[in-house]
């Protein structure tokens, strides 16, 4: 006979942030194919190697089918009834012993905005306590403080199609040919187009050598390199006066402080050469059309926010943002849904669509939403969550989609922490390393068995649907939210995922034209869209900024070290990120083919620093930092600079992040993970 007729599902890719649009062909249960959509309105046409052929994971024979429950030491199967009352009982022993603030729930992009949204009602109104924070904490929530303490709002300035019309573009800390390849791509169409091209970062990343200027910065010194940059714009006049005057704040103090910033200066920080640090100021000082998008090459430092807001200064400077004909400041968002995650408010400072718990207004519209009591306090942060549970304070955690003893900074602390919690849930796809120490394990459906929506870098809603049911035993998030709120009793409302969203939109203006039924018609919607029958913006800013005066702030921040310096011990410095094949902890792309891709975590080290070292391409070395050690496999490269090595963090048993420091960002609490000082031994 003939075989059954393939089914198409039009949905968004669960990995990175460019949010592709995908049609993905199911037969059998399987999927067959997932094609590039022709008419989505980020990729157009294109995918790369994760959203096309990463989708092995679903029929992995390592996928979690029912829940896990710890007998007697030993992670055992249990009954969906049994594993719920048994985390009900928990969480009201983690109250009784200290309060709603007992409990913590960490959320993550691989959850829905829906899910999201659910997950921080769940927290604040069943529980009782802003205790839930999202993995924005350790890539993005710098950009979101940064931008929102210069412009207003936590979102990119434009859209990427705005940003495509750039004449000039200055990337800084990211590798969008690795990690965001359809955004690389279209990048360099516009290079190839004759668009200038200044490149701020470290490595040699893919799109540097089309660069006209590339600057390499010792990490940690982006500060001194944003400032060097202004000191040049503004000594030879490629500013926008009458856009300082009439639409910023602050300039009086940033020229003073500027004054100290001479290429000269800022070449003795940085290790850029001052003719280079002339060159880009005047490449972008004298664009017509600048741009900047960035990566986490900017955030995670000690000083991340800084680095987002002095960056933004450029932009201000040069009077490219806000006018409402795009270029602007753009963070590339590492995750699929990790704007999505803190638009929804799994935050522990910030109510869905940004206000904040402290402000009564804000509680007060939620509470009538929700029909129930906001708590006032904000909640701990990600790192404050591992903090209490070694403390003995925190007596409940909950995380769902996040593999944090593989992804969070110093591994070694936060297995500590988990060990010392009295109740571990974990909702996962798989055994990871997380779920290997909780107490209970949720069995959950990937970003292709279920329903809902994600939000990407340029705040753009995008419908997740279904192309597949869960394996039988597997439920979604949003599911296991709702039924464990109904075994403590309570009822969250919303039954559908689509209700979820309508809700939301009832309680933030700016999401009040969205809806799953507007999405289903039109594709995409950008926000703000607070009307139904209007376009959402892809510009956030026209005429005034949303901070409270209306204008851009600049940041008059000062240059400050690293927490983490190279020394005679530890004389190299790491810097972690993805490779091209892979996402994140790697839990659903390496159980695909693209294992074959790259099948190992490998460390970038200069060949001068391997002859040193005596190590040729291959060997196995001996990585060593202040916070503990790991064996990699050394590659030879001259992307990373003499003095650096890189690495990605796509397998836990590298053990990467038991390398990485507990510093974070002094305004944000994100990780440091862009400096840290190692030493080598071949091994
Ligand atoms: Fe597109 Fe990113 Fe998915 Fe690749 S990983 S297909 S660039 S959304």
């Known amino acids: 006979g003939r075989a059954p007729e393939a089914a198409r599902t039009r949905t968004t890719c669960g990995y990175c942030g460019v949010g592709c649009s995908l049609d993905v062909l199911t037969r059998d249960g399987e999927v067959i194919a997932a094609s590039p959509a022709h008419d989505g309105p980020v990729n157009r046409g294109h995918a790369c190697v994760k959203g096309r052929f990463a989708h092995g994971f679903l029929r992995s024979p390592e996928r979690l089918t029912g829940p896990l429950l710890r007998r007697a030491g030993r992670l055992r199967p249990a009954s969906w009834r049994e594993a719920l009352d048994h985390v009900a009982r928990g969480l009201r022993a983690a109250v009784a012993a200290g309060g709603p603030g007992a409990v913590a729930a960490i959320s993550s992009a691989r959850a829905t ?124 006049g490629l500013v926008d006066e009458e856009f300082l005057r009439r639409r910023a704040s602050g300039l009086p103090e940033l020229t003073a402080l500027l004054e100290d910033y001479s290429p000269e200066r800022a070449a003795a920080v940085t290790g850029v050469p001052a003719g280079d640090i002339v060159a880009a100021a005047r490449l972008f000082g004298r664009a017509e059309r600048p741009a900047i998008v960035y990566g986490l090459g900017v955030t995670e430092h000690l000083h991340g926010t800084d680095g987002v807001r002095t960056l933004s200064n450029l932009a201000i400077l040069r009077g490219a943002v806000g006018t409402g004909r795009g270029f602007g400041v753009n963070p590339l968002r590492g995750q699929n849904n ?113 329903e809902g929506t994600f939000v990407n870098f340029d705040r753009r809603f995008q419908r997740v649907r279904a192309a597949l049911r869960p394996p039988e035993g597997v439920l979604t998030d949003f599911e296991v939210i709702h039924a464990l709120a109904a075994t403590l009793g309570a009822d969250l409302g919303c039954p559908t995922p689509a209700d979820a969203l309508d809700e939301c939109a009832r309680l933030v203006p700016a999401f009040a034209g969205l809806s799953h039924v507007r999405l289903d018609r039109e594709g995409a919607v ?30 008059a921040a000062p ?29 659903m792309t390496r159980r695909t083919d693209n294992l074959r891709l790259d099948p190992v975590d490998r460390l970038d080290v200069h060949p001068d620093d391997a002859a040193r070292h005596g190590l040729r391409d291959g060997d196995r070395v001996r990585v060593e930092s202040r916070h503990g050690s790991a064996s990699l496999i050394a590659r030879l490269s001259d992307d990373v600079a003499p003095g650096q090595v890189f690495c990605a963090f796509h397998f836990p048993s590298s053990g990467v992040n038991a390398l990485t420091s507990d510093r974070a960002d002094t305004v944000t609490s994100c990780p440091e993970y862009k400096v840290t000082a190692v030493r080598l031994t071949a091994l």
């Open 338 to 450: 990790v704007q999505g995650a803190s638009d929804m408010g799994a935050l522990p400072d910030l109510l869905p669509g940004y206000g904040k718990v402290t402000d009564p207004a804000a509680r007060a519209r939620a509470e009538e939403v929700w029909g129930a009591p906001v708590p006032p306090r904000p909640g701990l942060r990600i790192p404050q969550m591992f903090a209490a549970a070694r403390s003995g304070e925190l007596r409940a955690l909950w995380v769902i989609g996040e593999d944090v003893c593989a992804t969070d900074p110093d591994s070694t602390l936060v297995a500590e922490a988990l060990d010392a919690c009295p109740l571990v849930v974990c909702s996962e796809l798989f055994l990871s390393e997380t779920a290997r120490r909780a107490d209970v394990v949720f069995p959950v459906a990937s970003w292709l068995e279920k």
């Open 559 to 587: 240059y400050l070290p690293p927490g983490e310096q190279p020394d005679d011990r530890y004389p190299l410095v790491l810097v972690t990120g993805r490779r091209w094949a892979h996402y994140n902890s790697g839990g």
């Open 113 to 236: 905005n829906e899910e999201n949204y659910l997950l921080q009602k769940f927290m604040r109104v069943v529980i009782g306590t802003s205790n839930v924070d999202n993995c924005s904490r350790l890539c993005h929530s710098p950009s979101a403080a940064g931008l929102t303490a210069t412009f207003g709002l936590s979102g990119g300035t434009d859209s990427f199609d705005d940003v495509e019309t750039a004449d000039c573009l200055l990337l800084v800390g990211a590798n969008p040919a690795e990690a965001h390849p359809v955004v690389g791509a279209r990048l360099l169409q516009r290079i190839l187009r004759g668009a200038r091209l200044v490149v701020a970062d470290p490595r040699a990343v893919g799109l540097a050598r089309y660069a006209d200027v590339h600057l390499r910065p010792r990490p940690g010194t982006n500060v001194a390199l944003f400032h060097g940059l202004a000191h040049v714009m503004l000594a030879e």
């Open 526 to 555: 950008c926000w703000p869209c607070p009307d139904p029958d209007r376009p959402g913006e892809s510009s956030l800013y026209r005429e005034r900024f949303a901070t409270p005066d209306g204008l851009a702030h600049l940041s």
